[in-house]
């Protein structure tokens, strides 16, 4: 295997400690920041080093901002009946992305993983039923995880403690996405896009 110089090896090895960050692209990163001007190397590199400075938890929702609350928790003019429970911080940009949703967040950490040791005890659980405790004009909890193995077990144990607590729990709905092919949709989007029809 080719030896590289420390400097590019190191950052290299630190790259790879980002998710889906292999040896190759991560030495791709590396030479394409070698492309740059020395200039550009150093903003990005100032700017990675702000970065855990400028940027703090939210008290209220738990995803990142740069004060004490976000700019949603802080905003007045938000539903405040609803409440959409997302896995990570960057899902709620996606969620404002569609302008339908109006209504408050809350970031939940992660999905239910006991073999990563990703427990309801590691993950926002106790937060959760405390902001909903402390805010009683919140009626219906909106579950806004992935329809994947992880994502449907979270959801079905959160379902079951939020209904405990006499709150109305949705989810998203489930089908097929415009512009999909029937011939390419697996077993399980085009049954939740059956009983998800609608009258036309």
Do not use: W
């Not at 926002?124 to 219906?140: A, D, G, K």
């Amino acid at each position: 295997m080719r030896k590289f110089p420390e400097p590019i090896a190191n950052l290299v090895a630190a790259f790879m400690y980002l998710p889906g960050v292999g040896p190759k692209t991560a030495l791709r990163y590396v030479y394409s920041l070698l492309s740059l001007p020395k200039d550009q190397i150093k903003i990005f590199g100032k700017l990675i080093q702000e970065l855990p400075e400028s940027i703090t938890i939210c008290r209220q929702c738990l995803s990142h901002a740069q004060k004490e609350l976000c700019e949603i928790c802080a905003s007045p003019n938000r539903e405040k009946h609803l409440l959409c429970i997302v896995e990570l911080s960057r899902d709620i940009s996606t969620m404002e992305a569609t302008q339908a949703f109006r209504g408050y967040y809350f970031v939940f950490g992660g999905t239910l993983n006991p073999l990563e040791g990703q427990t309801p005890q590691t993950l926002h659980l106790r937060q959760l039923l405390t902001h909903l405790e402390t805010h009683p004009e919140i009626q219906e909890v909106i579950l806004a995880f992935s329809p994947d193995v992880l994502g449907e077990t979270t959801m079905m144990f959160l379902a079951k403690q939020l209904k405990a607590l006499g709150k109305r729990v949705t989810r998203l709905a489930r089908g097929l996405p415009t512009g999909a092919s029937l011939e390419f949709a697996d077993e399980i989007t085009l049954g939740d896009a059956f009983k998800g029809r609608k009258e036309i």
